[in-house]
């Protein structure tokens, strides 16, 4: 993935890399990571362990950052980021959830269901 930004005219040496969150109204599981903010007030980003999740909380599906991206939260992907550098109002954008059954390895008799996002209508 290539390195984006929004440019604000600000000289080269003020320029800030910032990373992109796409949150959802899905429920937090255990595992998951999510952004939390009260009344616009923003907290930060956790991943749920246990205990109380706020109602304002958004579960985090796609992302740019790199150290989510490692610990399994899913890429957005660079036909999505060229846009947005070109859009960067864009404020909603629509999404398709796939679910594909799975194993981990042969052994496993179990199966998963893995949840893949796809990022289907960022228009203004």
Known sequence: MGNYHLENGQSIALKSYQNIYITSDEEIKVGDWFFDSIKGVNYGIYKHVKGFINKTSKKIILTT??????????????NF????????????????????????????????????????????
């Open 65 to 78: 950052d790199d150290q989510l991206i490692q610990v399994s939260v899913q890429a957005i992907d660079d």
């Open 81 to 124: 980021l060229e846009w947005f550098v070109k859009n960067p109002s864009c404020e909603r954008v629509e999404i398709d959830i796939q679910r594909i059954f799975g194993r981990s390895s042969p052994l496993d008799t179990l199966g998963q269901t893995f949840i893949t996002y796809k990022i289907t209508n960022y228009e203004k």
